[in-house]
């Protein structure tokens, strides 16, 4: 009995000391429990995602999906992908919640409650097209430091909320105003108070959008947490990053805005290309705006096998940042030859467009299927990598899979 | 009064024997808590007695970083405001690494790592070096299955 007792004491003093801080009543904590407190956390159940979605960053919180499970046409949050540059919120009081608006060239300083932004402001609901600003990192090579995404930071969920513009209106602000720039709730992963892990922004441009929404709901529901509960700015076919979550006060700027992540590499490409590897200065590097043209073939997913003589339905989405997809072409032939797929409209601006097509193989063997999706400018995406870039943004590369006729 | 003292004489037998009885059943009760309680508490003894750091297969359990000469100072240094996660789905040269250091010096808080900078720099160009990748790599890892 004393030696369990023991056992079980120290065993207490242990997960204490790990706690930091006593386990009150832990003598009546079951044999074998592990306490919440120490429990490694599921994302899967934490963040309500499948359990096919990839982890790749477990602190800060970073996941993606795969191409076979963004077949859906809105994205539903379990496919979603999670980009967090800090520390996700903890207690967020809904009721208490404001908004701020300030910087040199706002009217007045002004605060907002969200029962207020939800009742005083008009809602609008798009479906918008977020792709995370590093989506298909992973390839570069060199390779660029970073979360090692592959192809599935991309989302298009339909977001409700009120229009940017009308708040910026509401407010009003000078003729001098050049840039928005936001600030969230989340906490740098230093856990200084003084940092914020990121606070980008837009151009006015952008910022007075009919599409740019100061959202309060995704897929007809509350946010989820880990996508920016209870607001969120949603600024589709930009990179994702310029859609801040948690937001908390937006800084009407005379200026570019210089939060944390708007400077030095982060979110910023060369404006004239270079050689991989190359160094490149500071004053050469150019804040990306809107998302190249790119694609990706959500069915079948890649590996299938079927009979000779059988046909292949494939299908996929399509997006362009700030344009809209032309021309949706396939080609099982390596690039050499290519035939177009049928392509829907967009439901809205700035939403990403199904294509689909019907494949006939001509013998047995070996396939890769890929898609090349072409904007209406008349760019289309490349086969190989796009030009390097020192933190490996904005790969269109043209997705592609394995087939094989047996 | 014999009836009493032999009544009491008896009663000194049975106390007796009941303490014996008593006795051999406790030395039992422990044994028998000795051998079950050994195994009820092993999700205890698995908290007391797993190292932290212990290494399976050349990985650093807790992290899944891999152990190598310099594995101690990058987890102190390194694993403490983000996750090993991202050091280890990073490829880099000596000069990048060295280079990131120098931003999450400059913009995250890293402190000056002192004379642990070029232990941790060389763990990482030596077990985390960049691979030649090309313009565009083969499709890899693929898993074959019947489309119906």
């Given at each position: 009995?004393?030696r369990?007792?023991?056992v079980?004491?120290?065993?207490?003093?242990?997960?204490a000391?790990?706690?930091?801080?006593?386990?009150?009543?832990?003598a009546?904590m079951?044999?074998?429990?592990?306490p919440?407190?120490l429990?490694?956390?599921d994302?899967?159940t934490?963040f309500d995602k499948s359990?096919?979605?990839?982890?790749?960053?477990?602190?800060?919180?970073?996941?993606?999906a795969?191409?076979?499970?963004?077949?859906?046409?809105?994205?539903?949050?379990?496919?979603?992908?999670i980009?967090?540059?800090?520390?996700?919120p903890?207690?967020?009081?809904v009721?208490?919640?404001?908004?701020?608006?300030?910087g040199?060239?706002v009217?007045e300083?002004?605060?907002?409650?969200?029962q207020?932004?939800?009742?005083?402001?008009?809602p609008y609901?798009y479906?918008?097209?977020l792709?995370c600003?590093?989506?298909?990192?992973?390839?570069?090579?060199?390779p660029?430091?970073?979360?090692?995404?592959?192809?599935g930071a991309?989302?298009?969920?339909?977001?409700t909320g009120?229009r940017?513009?009308d708040?910026?209106?509401?407010?009003?602000?000078?003729?001098?105003a050049?840039y928005i720039?936001y600030?969230g709730?989340?906490?740098?992963?230093?856990?200084?108070?003084?940092?914020?892990p990121?606070?980008?922004?837009?151009?006015?441009?952008?910022?007075?959008?009919?599409?740019?929404?100061?959202?309060?709901?995704m897929n007809?529901?509350?946010?989820?947490?880990a996508?920016?509960?209870?607001?969120?700015?949603v600024?589709?076919g930009?990179?994702?990053?310029?859609?801040?979550k948690?937001?908390?006060?937006?800084?009407?700027?005379?200026?570019?805005h210089?939060?944390?992540?708007m400077?030095?590499?982060?979110?910023?490409?060369?404006?004239?290309?270079?050689?991989?590897?190359?160094?490149?200065?500071?004053?050469?590097?150019?804040?990306?705006?809107?998302?190249p043209?790119?694609?990706?073939?959500?069915y079948?997913k890649?590996?299938?096998?079927?009979s000779e003589?059988?046909?292949?339905n494939?299908?996929?989405?399509?997006?362009?940042?700030?344009?809209?997809v032309?021309?949706?072409?396939?080609s099982?032939?390596?690039g050499?030859t290519w035939?177009p797929?049928?392509?829907q409209?967009?439901?809205?601006?700035l939403?990403?467009?199904q294509?689909?097509?019907s494949i006939?193989?001509?013998?047995?063997?070996?396939?890769e299927?890929w898609a090349?999706a072409?904007d209406?400018r008349?760019?289309?995406q490349?086969?190989?990598?796009?030009?390097?870039?020192?933190?490996?943004?904005?790969?269109?590369?043209?997705?592609?899979?394995?087939v094989?006729i047996? | 009064?014999?009836?009493?003292?032999?009544?009491?004489?008896?009663?000194?037998?049975?106390?007796?024997f009941?303490i014996?009885?008593?006795?051999?059943?406790?030395?039992?009760?422990?044994?028998?808590?000795?051998i079950?309680?050994?195994?009820?508490?092993?999700n205890?003894?698995?908290?007391?007695?797993?190292?932290?750091?212990?290494?399976?297969?050349?990985?650093?359990?807790?992290t899944?970083?891999?152990?190598?000469?310099g594995?101690?100072?990058t987890?102190?240094?390194?694993t403490?405001?983000?996750?090993?996660?991202?050091v280890?789905?990073?490829?880099?040269?000596k000069?990048r690494?060295?280079a990131?250091?120098?931003?999450m010096?400059?913009?995250?808080?890293?402190?000056?790592?002192?004379d642990?900078?070029?232990?941790i720099?060389?763990?990482l160009?030596?077990?985390?070096?960049?691979?030649?990748?090309g313009?565009?790599q083969?499709?890899?890892?693929?898993?074959?299955y019947?489309l119906k």
């Amino acid at each position: 009995m004393q030696r369990r007792n023991f056992v079980k004491k120290s065993a207490l003093a242990y997960l204490a000391g790990i706690l930091g801080a006593d386990i009150v009543y832990g003598a009546k904590m079951p044999m074998g429990y592990v306490p919440l407190g120490l429990q490694e956390p599921d994302p899967f159940t934490l963040f309500d995602k499948s359990k096919e979605m990839v982890v790749l960053n477990d602190r800060p919180w970073n996941m993606e999906a795969q191409a076979h499970l963004l077949d859906d046409a809105v994205t539903p949050n379990q496919y979603m992908f999670i980009r967090n540059n800090g520390i996700i919120p903890e207690d967020i009081d809904v009721d208490n919640w404001t908004l701020t608006l300030d910087g040199e060239s706002v009217k007045e300083r002004k605060s907002y409650t969200i029962q207020q932004l939800r009742t005083e402001f008009k809602p609008y609901t798009y479906q918008l097209t977020l792709e995370c600003g590093g989506n298909g990192r992973s390839e570069f090579d060199p390779p660029a430091k970073g979360n090692q995404w592959t192809i599935g930071a991309v989302s298009c969920a339909r977001w409700t909320g009120l229009r940017l513009r009308d708040l910026l209106e509401d407010v009003g602000f000078n003729d001098d105003a050049v840039y928005i720039g936001y600030h969230g709730a989340d906490v740098h992963l230093s856990r200084n108070p003084d940092k914020e892990p990121i606070s980008r922004g837009m151009p006015m441009a952008k910022a007075l959008q009919d599409e740019t929404l100061l959202a309060y709901n995704m897929n007809g529901e509350d946010i989820p947490l880990a996508h920016g509960f209870p607001l969120r700015l949603v600024a589709g076919g930009w990179p994702a990053s310029v859609s801040g979550k948690w937001i908390n006060r937006i800084s009407i700027r005379n200026q570019v805005h210089d939060g944390a992540k708007m400077e030095g590499s982060s979110y910023r490409v060369p404006c004239h290309s270079v050689a991989p590897g190359e160094k490149v200065a500071d004053e050469d590097m150019c804040i990306i705006e809107s998302m190249p043209v790119k694609s990706l073939i959500t069915y079948p997913k890649s590996g299938a096998m079927i009979s000779e003589g059988e046909k292949m339905n494939i299908r996929g989405h399509a997006w362009a940042g700030e344009l809209e997809v032309d021309k949706l072409d396939y080609s099982i032939d390596f690039g050499a030859t290519w035939r177009p797929c049928s392509l829907q409209k967009p439901n809205n601006r700035l939403a990403w467009q199904q294509f689909s097509a019907s494949i006939d193989f001509p013998k047995k063997g070996y396939y890769e299927v890929w898609a090349r999706a072409t904007d209406s400018r008349g760019i289309a995406q490349p086969m190989v990598l796009p030009g390097w870039n020192p933190k490996g943004y904005l790969n269109n590369a043209c997705h592609r899979i394995a087939v094989k006729i047996v | 009064m014999p009836d009493h003292k032999s009544f009491w004489k008896n009663s000194r037998k049975a106390y007796r024997f009941l303490i014996v009885l008593c006795g051999v059943a406790f030395i039992a009760a422990i044994l028998v808590f000795y051998i079950k309680g050994d195994k009820v508490d092993d999700n205890y003894e698995d908290v007391v007695e797993k190292d932290p750091n212990r290494i399976e297969n050349g990985i650093h359990v807790r992290t899944g970083l891999i152990d190598a000469p310099g594995l101690t100072e990058t987890v102190n240094n390194c694993t403490t405001c983000h996750s090993a996660k991202l050091v280890i789905q990073n490829r880099m040269s000596k000069a990048r690494w060295q280079a990131t250091i120098r931003w999450m010096q400059e913009t995250q808080n890293l402190w000056d790592l002192g004379d642990q900078e070029d232990i941790i720099v060389n763990y990482l160009v030596t077990n985390y070096p960049p691979q030649k990748k090309g313009r565009r790599q083969s499709l890899s890892d693929v898993e074959w299955y019947t489309l119906k």
